[in-house]
């Protein structure tokens, strides 16, 4: 049992590349997050899916996209990579609805230059 | 407006010593949940205790405790003869039920146990 993994591990990307990192879990969890995390600011949600299919924007989507084609998978996606984008993603996913605890991969360190 | 407040950006202790690490939230939901989580040095993200408006006993497991009183919206974790092994960054968190199931983290308490 894996758990929730995140593909890749690092990365270092140049000012206007796109890339997309991947998110897996093997609990059969039907919601999963992108969460940004950067120093003094806490983790800030990027997009979430309450299921296979669906995806809705949290708190700081913009320049980032998402898919939900599997429901084990999750993507997030940049199209056109900023400095501002250098940041640590996790991913998590939860049995259900918020009120119960998210299980958080081991996240990728991102620096865009 | 929900929101997470951890006042204590970091603290050091020494070994042994017990230390307490505070959380306020903000809710007008009558129905949430709060959380802590604990991120080591290592990165990742471990789920401590998760607790629900409606229960306010206090938690104990091993040398963590958590204090919930509504009445002060807070939601407070004490470390009990504190080890090496317990330095982190411990977030607190809220999810309220009626607000989309999203949940949101405090910025997070960094613990620095000293030997």
């Known amino acids: 049992n894996a758990g929730v993994t995140q593909t890749p591990k690092f990365r270092v990307l140049k000012t206007g590349q796109s890339m997309t990192l991947l998110c897996a879990q093997d609990m059969n969890h039907e919601y999963m997050y992108w969460y940004r995390q950067d120093p003094g600011m806490g983790l800030r949600l990027i997009h979430y899916s309450v299921g296979e299919g669906t995806t809705a924007k949290g708190e700081v989507p913009d320049g980032y996209n998402v898919s939900r084609l599997k429901k084990q998978n999750f993507l997030l996606g940049l199209e056109s990579a900023a400095p501002s984008q250098t940041s640590v993603y996790f991913c998590a996913s939860s049995w259900q609805q918020g009120s119960y605890e998210q299980y958080f991969g081991p996240g990728t360190r991102l620096t865009v230059t | 407006a929900q929101k997470v407040t951890q006042a204590q950006t970091e603290i050091s202790v020494v070994e042994k010593e017990d230390v307490t690490l505070d959380c306020v939230y903000e809710?007008?939901?009558?129905?949430?949940?709060l959380f802590w989580y604990k991120q080591p040095p290592s990165g990742e993200l471990v789920f401590l205790i998760r607790r629900n408006s409606f229960d306010e006993q206090n938690e104990i497991s091993g040398r963590y405790s958590w204090n919930f009183q509504k009445s002060t919206s807070s939601f407070n974790f004490t470390i009990t003869a504190s080890q090496v092994v317990d330095s982190a960054v411990y977030f607190c968190a809220l999810s309220e039920l009626h607000r989309d199931d999203k949940i949101i983290f405090g910025k997070g308490t960094r613990l620095h146990i000293l030997p």
């Open positions: 809710t007008r939901d009558t129905t949430y949940y």
